[in-house]
């Protein structure tokens, strides 16, 4: 081989990157990268949650379920309201204090203090709640979807209906507000006949007219 003949073989033994394959390669790579990145942490700051897929909203709900878990002991003032039977719902102004709760019946303005210890028994605590509405929110049998928003809050319903003709109906109301803390949780079962509920309002902030015309049970 002459020595024309050794350089053209050694420019032809060392070419360049193939650009024509690296590129769209890496690329491809970058937008599945996005996607993954985009579905292991989708955006939570929605100003509306409408359009919002149940996994985005489940993962809404669990963010509102921590912080209230979390700020639940800080919490000192909330209203609680529960079904009292023959379509009544009996609603309470609550005020934590150090060794007793003050309940404040909203139609009697009667005041009755409790002991820490010995709440009444229509009251349902809230670790107890959040533990059940945690576990709705991630049992497939229930959806979870966007029910409407009222100015700044949004509101998403869990739902599960079961029975031949679904007569039978469990659902949760969550209510966000701005800040997209739980500020509301009503809760409804409804089997045959028989009803049984309560609701925790105003956990963040004094729900206004708006809220409570919205989302009353």
Do not use: C
């Amino acid at each position: 081989m002459n020595r024309q003949a050794r350089r053209r073989a050694a420019r032809e033994g060392k070419k360049g990157p193939q650009w024509d394959i690296i590129i769209p390669s890496a690329l491809v790579i970058i937008v599945f990268l996005i996607f993954i990145g985009t579905y292991l942490f989708p955006n939570l700051n929605l100003s509306t949650y409408a359009g919002a897929p149940a996994r985005v909203l489940r993962k809404i709900a669990d963010r509102g379920i921590d912080r209230l878990r979390a700020d639940w002991p800080e919490i000192k003032s909330f209203s609680f309201g529960y079904y009292a039977g023959d379509d009544e719902w009996a609603t309470y102004d609550v005020e934590k204090k150090d060794t007793v709760w003050a309940f404040t019946d909203l139609e009697t303005e009667k005041q009755v203090d409790y002991a820490t210890n010995n709440l009444p028994d229509f009251y349902i605590d809230m670790p107890e709640v959040l533990n059940r509405l945690s576990a709705a929110v991630h049992d497939k049998s229930y959806m979870i979807v966007f029910q409407q928003k009222i100015d700044t809050l949004n509101v998403v319903t869990v739902l599960k209906t079961s029975g031949d003709d679904n007569e039978s109906v469990e659902q949760y109301t969550l209510v966000f507000n701005k800040d997209h803390n739980l500020d509301r949780i009503i809760y409804l079962k409804e089997q045959g006949e028989e009803r049984t509920g309560y609701s925790f309002a105003g956990l963040y902030e004094v729900a206004g007219e708006t809220e409570q015309e919205a989302t009353n049970p």
